[in-house]
């Protein structure tokens, strides 16, 4: 899941993504972390499920 740190309606929130430091949880460990703005625009551009997209850690994404 990602998400931002603040309170925002539906309809702000895609500006809002690309405005703002976008967090995700890590399906491994469940660390938090800052998504970059590359990962992000691949994400949209693979057409995956936003929402219901986790992005792993460094620690997890390049262990194994
Ligand atoms: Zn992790």
Avoid: R, W
């Amino acid at each position: 899941m990602l998400y931002i740190k603040k309170s925002t309606d539906d309809v702000e929130m895609k500006m809002d993504l690309y405005e703002d430091e976008i967090f995700s949880s890590c399906p491994i460990c469940g660390k938090e972390h800052e998504v970059q703005p590359d990962e992000l625009a691949h994400i949209i551009q693979s057409g995956d499920d936003f929402s219901g997209t986790s992005i792993f850690c460094n620690g997890c994404l390049y262990h194994d």
